[in-house]
């Protein structure tokens, strides 16, 4: 089936189409920019949607809202929602346009908040939302971008678009919340921290997935397929991030490094890092994740190199990612599944371009 919508038209065009759509690709490594490269004019059709949705906020936060939206990232979510619906080259259905949208107004907003919490001063190499407007109007931006999300959201002509992002949402934020109630605790398993993660990340990667191919139309064993391909890519990718906060170069990344361990948040490293140290070292490292003492992060890089914590990290990932490929297994020979399974090998290539 399919729950097509009229899309948005931009009331402000981007200036180039390939310029709009440079900066998600550069970032990349060459080997797999061809992926990306596909997206061209689908990335240019969201840039034009998100351009046009600042019409809708208030004189008096457009700026602020305009701030967030025009930082050129990744879009790795709207490529999951255009490759998961993969219909043909050339211009995307508006459906996938605009619930592209949707899903990237969610994650700007969930970016917006984390920077709040963890202090963070660089996203996307310059200042975050909470560094150049104050934290407490910066939390507030957050939370309009996830009402305007939404409402965009009601604008299709089922209530199930509106309904699986809604609970996507309430899932991330259920996430960070966990997250943000054990900060400074060690008293955490790994069931735990996958837990939190499933939520905080995974979920929307899941629910791009799940939507791109539901509104293109695809078969309910492979929308659900989908899914469980995102999922699993989400939690790498998660994991992709915990160990860039460790072992990534700042002004490669281009945010704050660091953040979470100053932070007492206990992702895979720490959590390998506390597995192998001496029972002697390990109290020390524990009372750092709990505030006692300063964090002393150059002598825990220096651990983490000596028992190989980066390798454990790598290998996590690699399991969700084969978990990911194994759920579209049935579906090796369509176009949407050849897609997705790309996006799984550029994560697999950023992860080794970490320590090269």
Request: with cysteine.
């Amino acid at each position: 089936m399919s729950i097509l919508a009229p899309s948005a038209a931009g009331s402000r065009q981007a200036s180039d189409d390939a310029g709009s759509t440079s900066g998600h690709v550069g970032g990349l490594s060459h080997a797999f920019a061809p992926a990306f490269l596909l997206l061209r004019p689908h990335l240019a059709e969201l840039d034009r949607c998100l351009r046009a949705q600042l019409d809708a906020f208030e004189p008096e936060i457009r700026a602020m809202a305009d701030y967030c939206i025009d930082v050129a990232g990744k879009r790795i979510r709207p490529a999951l929602v255009f490759f998961s619906g993969w219909r043909e080259p050339g211009l995307p259905a508006p459906d996938l346009v605009r619930v592209a949208a949707v899903i990237e107004l969610i994650h700007l907003a969930t970016l917006v908040h984390d920077d709040i919490m963890d202090g963070a001063d660089l996203r996307r190499n310059r200042r975050t939302a909470a560094r150049e407007y104050g934290s407490t109007a910066a939390v507030l931006l957050g939370d309009a971008l996830f009402a305007h999300a939404l409402h965009l959201a009601t604008q299709f002509p089922t209530t199930e678009v509106c309904a699986a992002v809604s609970e996507s949402t309430r899932r991330v934020c259920a996430g960070e919340i966990a997250q943000t109630l054990r900060r400074g605790s060690v008293d955490i398993t790994r069931a735990d921290y996958e837990r939190m993660i499933d939520l905080k990340t995974a979920e929307l990667f899941r629910v791009s997935c799940f939507l791109g191919s539901r509104l293109a139309g695809l078969e309910p064993d492979f929308v659900e397929a989908a899914a469980c391909f995102g999922r699993h890519l989400g939690i790498a990718y998660q994991i992709y991030d915990d160990l860039t906060d460790f072992f990534g170069e700042e002004n490669r990344v281009g945010k704050t490094l660091g953040t979470d361990f100053t932070n007492g948040k206990l992702t895979l490293p720490i959590f390998v890092l506390l597995e192998r140290l001496p029972p002697a070292e390990r109290g020390a490292l524990e009372a750092e994740v709990a505030g006692q003492f300063p964090p002393q992060l150059a002598v825990r890089l220096r651990q983490m190199e000596k028992l190989g914590v980066f390798s454990a990290g790598v290998d996590a990932v690699n399991a969700e990612l084969a978990a990911a490929g194994t759920s579209l297994a049935p579906w090796a020979d369509l176009a949407p599944a050849k897609h997705l399974v790309t996006l799984a090998d550029l994560l697999r290539g950023q992860v080794a371009a970490l320590k090269n």
